[in-house]
């Protein structure tokens, strides 16, 4: 003769009550299926720095980071409900480390962009922010023009990406 536990019944019981309220679309509350993704159309940033190519590491950026997050979709400009519009005003280099002789080892990238997103019919924006971002730029010090060059683009991306990551927090804060 088998023993059987003594609450054996009652957690039988308990595991059949949650399956059947499992099972029944029962939901928490703020817990619900996901909401429609913002659509949103990024178009061109314009460059008023003296630093050719910003613009594109911006636009480029912002565009990767928006498909990367699931609340929004990217659009053609016609089928968006929203428009996000950027403007590069400042690009600054400063030297903060030299070597003995005094040349460069390494530079603060400075830049400081301007975001728009609006309705595409709207005159007034949702949102109008300028968001400053900073990064490092490590010059070779063998004075080598190619790994100087290979290494300001990636300082460039590492910028752009910072830019990108501050833009999608404040359209979620706007939008979500």
Known sequence: MAVRPRYAGAFFLCWLVGLAVGGCGYRMVGHGGAAAPAVLAVAPFANRTREPGLETYMTAALRQALVRHPPFRLAAEEAAAW??????????????????????????????????????????????????????????????????????????????????????????????
């Open 83 to 176: 428009r996000v519009t950027g403007v590069v005003r400042r690009f600054r280099a400063v030297p903060v480390s030299f070597t003995a002789a005094d040349t460069v080892l390494q530079y603060r990238l400075e830049a400081v962009v301007a975001v728009r997103l609006a309705e595409p019919s709207a005159a007034v924006p949702l949102l109008e922010q300028e968001l400053s971002v900073w990064t490092v730029w490590l010059v070779s010090s063998t004075g080598d023009v190619r790994a100087n060059t290979v290494a300001k683009e990636a300082a460039l991306w590492r910028l752009a990406q910072q830019f990108a990551e501050r833009c999608v927090a404040l359209l979620v804060a706007a939008l979500l």
